[in-house]
Every structure is written in structure tokens, then in C-alpha cells.
């Protein structure tokens, strides 16, 4: 079997290319340098800082927080609250510092399901750069991505991944998971176990992180699984529903599979009293109305929550050690379309095509809204209840919940889905100080990096992020945007915004400096026909 049969990606196989980049589309303009961050330096310095490290321990300082070779190398506990600090026991001045007094310091978001852009953007007219995407992700606090799928082609991602970690480009930094081509049969070219086996063999040798799955046939899903683990090669799987009867998320991870994406295949791991979803007659899985609508019915065929399967199936899942990666965020429009189409950041932040592209139209993923109703709306906001209850109790058992936003469908923005996300894993019941864990540590324990980041400890990256603000007081102070508040000795509203620095690796971006790159990427893509252009904030 030659490359072009076993590996689906862009510059190996010709297949999946023609699926992911079909006749008028390509993928993303690639970064190709880097006109914003400051450093890294010699020896940064971070003082005064109230410190969230990002473990689930409370807020706590004054710290000064050294950083040399672009890793922590001292925490110094200087002082006391709200009592003057005395010089003689702080580190030595460094060649940069940042002063950090009555600002928090967290460790920079991972986001553990994310795209660079994808080809379907191409549909509405040219695909948006990675540039844009990058920058969004920065601006809002993102120094590490688990790339899912690697659409552009793996070889493009390969490359941007390199550039990223020598600083060569403005980017956070990319963990590499390419599509596993063994479901749909336009795409596929995986039959057997054995081809399975050597297609993850030759995935490795290429340098990817792991595999993104949308499920399989069983004997070649799980031949599959088996060799990623002995590859040391990550899973995450999206249970198409094409798929699910045979796997379902349950089954995947007494297998070995590393995490279930968004939603797909636990409800089925918690059905009683039928092995099929309630289909109506009329259901046709390629209409994407089809597709989302019937799926906000699932939770609600399964068992409910407290009742003795549903506990059995929590522990069945937390004796695997497996992780579940919700992405609450990117469905967040199917029970309030509304109120995802006029969210305050599309004026000033999405790309003429990409809004152009979450239109109502046939053929487009994520594009079903040409017959939305209340009806649909009313099923996903009970499907979220009992979805947040599972992932929450799943949590409180000592499952690990990590954060991760899928954004760039679904009227989901870059960066700012990212943060919708934090918000609603406090909705689902998460504590912010758990939420931010399940957007650090918890993340990068999923990516196998939590030797190297996650939180704030000696020894690691340093991925940090400096607020003028608590983000466990309000989620919403880190949207690029801001939050409205009243000042009241104005009397007037005012946007207030947390974020000031995203630090990767000792290499310092100014947030205010991206988002306002971001905005002129966004004017020039509306220059000549601004018409549709959504309302600016």
C-alpha cells in the first residue's frame, strides 16, 4: 500500500484532500513570520502578582515570578497582602519586567479541541489566514492548541507547528492530530485491522502528536487504538453518528481511546431500553438540519441522571482514566440562535467569509438554520441540562473535564469561543477555580505536556497570561471585547476588558496589539462590500 492510500493527509494523500480542499477551496494562508511579541528575554521579571496557578488552589500573593531561557525559574513570595513590600527580599531586577501589582497572573488557556481555520470556509470566498486565527487565540489567552484534524494538510500543520515553537511566527503552540480516514466512504482508505496498524505506524514516523477519530469499524477502530498507545500517539474521538451503533463512547474507551469530543456516544453508552436512537422516518444524516436537530434528542432517550446506569456508566468511564472534552460552546447557537448571531464581537472580529459562511445554506457544515425553530430550541436547552449534569458529576467522581471550543462553525469565533466555553462549564457546575483547571493543568495532562506547562510551577514554560482583572469574578472580562459595566461616577457604561498580557514561552504579546490586527484583517475583508457586515459593538 503506498503513502497516498494510508496517510489522508494534504501532501500524502490525495483522497482526503480532495475532500477537505475540493475544487475552488484551500487551506488557510500560512503564517510566514511574526510582527508582534516582545523577547523572549534573558531574565523576565513578574512582580507582585496574585498568583492562580491554575491546579484548583485559591488565588494567593504577592509573588514575584522569574523567568530565564523562557522557563520559571523562581517563585518569591515577597509580602503580605495590602502591606508594603520590602525590596531586600525580592529577586534581582531582570532585563524586562512587568509590574504585576493588584494584576492576577493565571497560566496561559489550552484548548484541547480547536481548528486552524478550515477549508470549508473557502465556500463563502477566500479561506482567512492562519494569521487571523492565531491572533485571536493569543488575544484571548491561548498558548497551547490541540489542533484536531489538521484539515489544512499535515504537512502545512507540521510546518507551522515548527515555526510556532522557534518563535518564528505569532502562534500558540500547536499539538498535531491528524484525521483518521476509516468511516466515510468518500474518504476512505482503511479496510482492515493491518492497515490500520501500519497507517498509525507511518502517522508517527510523519511527527504527529495523535489521531482524531469519527469513529469506525469496530476491528479496525480498536486495532487502531492499540497501536496509537504503542506509538504513544493521543485519541480523541468525535462519535459520528454513522459510527455509533457499533462504537459507542463507552466501548472506544475501555479500548484505550484517550477522549470523547463534544457530546456523541455517551448518550448511547446510557441507553436502556433500545440500541438506536429514536430516528424519525424521515432522517437523512447528510441534511445538516437533520443532522443537529434529532441530535438535541439524545439525553433525553437515555438514562436520567442519578439513576443506576447512569452511575454505572460514570464509573465505567472513570476506571478507564478517560477524558471527556465537551465543547459546550460550539452548540451554543442551537438553543439561542439569536443570540450567537448578534454576539457583541462579530462586528469588529469575524471575517467577511467566515460570517458569510455560518448563512443558512445547504451543503455548508454547521449551516442549518434554514429551518430552525423554538421547537429545536427548547430540545437543546434540556439536552444541555442533562449533558452538563453527566459532565459535572463526572467530574466530582474525579474524571478529568478539560476545556476546548471547536470554534469556527456555529457562528463560534476563534479565541472568543474559547472563553464562551469558560462560561459554560460554570454553567454546567464547575467552580471558576475548577473551570480554570479544566482550561490549564487538566488540559495539558490530557495532551501529555504537563511536565512542561499547564500551571505555574519551577521548572516549567513559561505560559502565562497577566490581568488587570480577577477572571474567577467574571469569565466575560476576557472576551476580546470586554463586559459592559456602569461607571457610576460617570454614569456612563463602559467595556470593561481583563486580559493585558499573553505570555508563551517568556515571549510577551501585547493583547491590545492583536486584537487591533485582528480588526484590520476583518475591515479589509469587508472593504468592498460591507453591506452584510453584522453591527460593530
Not at 494569521?131 to 502545512?156: C, F, I, P, Q
Not at 479496510?191 to 469496530?218: C, H, M, N, S, Y
Request: net charge negative; glycine share 10%; aromatic share 10%.
Amino acid at each position: 500500500m503506498t503513502d497516498t492510500n494510508i496517510m489522508g493527509n494534504a501532501e500524502v494523500g490525495e483522497e482526503i484532500r480532495q475532500v477537505f480542499e475540493p475544487k475552488g477551496m484551500r487551506p488557510a494562508t500560512p503564517a510566514t513570520s511574526r510582527d508582534r511579541g516582545a523577547g523572549p528575554f534573558k531574565r523576565l521579571v513578574l512582580r507582585g502578582a496574585t498568583v492562580i496557578d491554575g491546579t484548583g488552589a485559591p488565588p494567593s500573593g504577592p509573588v514575584d515570578i522569574v523567568v530565564e531561557g523562557g522557563r520559571i525559574t523562581e517563585l518569591k513570595v515577597v509580602g503580605s497582602p495590602h502591606k508594603e513590600i520590602n525590596p531586600a527580599n525580592r529577586p534581582a531586577p531582570g532585563d524586562h519586567e512587568i509590574d504585576c501589582h493588584g494584576k492576577f497572573v493565571t497560566p496561559g488557556l489550552i484548548d484541547c479541541h480547536a481548528h486552524v481555520g478550515t477549508p470549508w470556509h473557502g465556500m463563502s470566498g477566500v479561506v482567512p489566514s492562519a494569521d487571523y486565527v492565531y491572533k485571536l487565540w493569543l488575544a484571548h489567552g491561548v498558548t497551547t492548541v490541540r489542533e484536531m484534524g489538521s484539515m489544512n494538510g499535515l504537512s502545512y500543520m507540521l510546518a507551522q507547528r515548527d515555526a510556532a515553537e522557534k518563535n518564528e511566527i505569532a502562534a500558540p503552540r500547536l499539538i498535531l492530530h491528524a484525521y483518521f480516514p476509516a468511516v466515510n466512504e468518500r474518504i476512505k482508505t482503511i479496510f482492515t485491522p493491518e492497515q490500520a496498524r501500519d497507517w498509525v505506524r507511518r502517522l508517527k514516523e510523519r511527527g504527529a502528536d495523535g489521531i482524531k477519530f469519527f469513529g469506525a469499524p469496530p476491528t479496525i477502530m480498536q486495532a487502531a487504538l492499540e497501536e496509537a498507545a504503542n506509538q504513544g500517539l493521543r485519541t480523541g474521538c468525535h462519535h459520528a453518528q454513522m459510527a455509533v451503533t457499533r462504537v459507542n463512547a463507552l466501548k472506544s474507551a475501555k479500548w484505550g481511546l484517550n477522549s470523547t469530543e463534544h457530546y456523541y456516544g455517551i448518550p448511547e453508552a446510557l441507553f436502556e431500553n433500545r440500541i438506536v436512537q429514536n430516528f424519525p422516518a424521515d432522517y437523512n444524516y447528510g441534511d445538516e438540519y437533520f443532522r443537529f436537530s434529532v441530535s438535541g434528542q439524545m439525553f433525553m432517550q437515555a438514562a436520567q441522571p442519578g439513576s443506576k446506569k447512569w452511575n454505572e456508566v460514570l464509573e465505567q468511564f472513570l476506571e478507564t482514566g478517560h477524558t471527556f472534552v465537551p465543547t459546550f460552546g460550539i452548540y451554543d447557537a442551537n438553543r439561542d440562535l439569536m443570540r450567537a448571531r448578534r454576539a457583541d464581537w462579530h462586528g469588529d472580529y469575524t471575517v467577511k467569509t467566515i460570517w458569510k459562511y455560518f448563512q443558512p445554506q445547504r451543503g455548508g457544515h454547521g449551516a442549518y438554520w434554514y429551518r430552525w425553530s423554538t421547537k429545536n430550541e427548547v430540545e437543546w436547552k434540556e439536552n444541555y441540562r442533562l449533558w452538563m449534569h453527566f459532565v459535572n458529576d463526572y467530574k466530582n467522581l474525579g474524571g478529568r473535564v478539560c476545556a476546548g471550543s471547536d470554534s469556527g462553525f456555529i457562528y463560534q469565533i476563534f479565541g472568543f469561543g474559547l472563553i464562551r466555553e469558560l462560561e459554560l462549564l460554570q454553567e454546567a457546575g464547575f467552580h471558576p477555580l475548577e473551570v480554570m483547571r479544566s482550561a490549564t493543568s487538566l488540559g495539558a495532562e490530557l495532551l501529555g505536556i504537563e511536565d512542561d506547562t499547564g500551571s505555574i510551577d519551577l521548572g516549567k514554560r513559561a505560559d502565562l497570561l497577566v490581568h488587570d482583572l480577577n477572571p474567577l469574578e467574571d469569565f466575560k472580562l476576557m472576551y476580546g471585547t470586554g463586559a459592559i459595566r456602569l461607571n457610576d461616577e460617570t454614569g456612563k457604561a463602559e467595556w470593561k476588558r481583563s486580559l493585558r498580557y499573553t505570555i508563551k514561552a517568556g515571549l510577551i504579546f501585547d493583547t491590545e496589539e492583536l486584537l487591533a490586527d485582528v480588526r484590520e484583517i476583518v475591515n479589509q475583508s469587508w472593504k468592498d462590500d460591507d453591506h452584510d457586515r453584522p453591527p460593530k459593538r
